[in-house]
């Protein structure tokens, strides 16, 4: 019999982007599992990071809450698995997983892309040579529609929201990192200027192995 709780109305609910309600997760839930599955909601997390019973917390909250969330969960004795990203500074990520080194606690960053049939044959195909030598990958993302306002304002911006996912695909790809990073991004949407964030991003990525990455992203 498997454990699935789940919190309700609480300070950590993304009201701004609530596409999906916690009834539909729970049906999802059912569906996968169905009778092997007990589910126990609770209104609020403080409950869930106080229950024994709990050995995992999963967090698809808005960006600027996956810090405080993780730490509170690690603090409880909980692994966690985050949607991406862990933080929104390098400092806040390795402040994360530092505390779950320092606890001996699994913290796994969850990057969905990585799971897609046809990408993750490309990769295996790339990692053992079936598409030849790899030169130059060209990735091109749009948003389209553009999303809601009120998302935009807690997304984090359009590098850790949107571009991570293109640089994070290429780098698991070829299994290496970037050496140089060179970017321009502006905002030519009225709205997302008065953001302080971009609505379009050139960037050339160039790797030790000498290939290169160009991505162009457009909200």
Known sequence: MATVKYRGESPFVNRANRKHHPSDILYQIRRLCGDRTEIRPYDQAGEVWCDEEVDAVIIT?????????ILRSLKAGK???????????PAETEECYSLARELNLPLFCGF???????????QRKVREGDIGHVQVIRSVSR???????????ISGGIFHDCMVHDIDIVTWILGELPSQVYTVANAQIPEIADLGDFDNVVSTLTFPSGKQLYITRVT
């Open 61 to 69: 909250t808005q960006t600027g809450l996956h810090r405080e969330i």
């Open 79 to 89: 692994a966690v698995f985050c949607e991406k990203p862990i933080g929104e500074s």
């Open 143 to 153: 948003d389209s529609p553009l999303p809601p306002l009120a998302y935009l304002k």
């Open 112 to 122: 969905q892309r990585r799971w897609d049939p046809a990408l993750s044959q490309m």
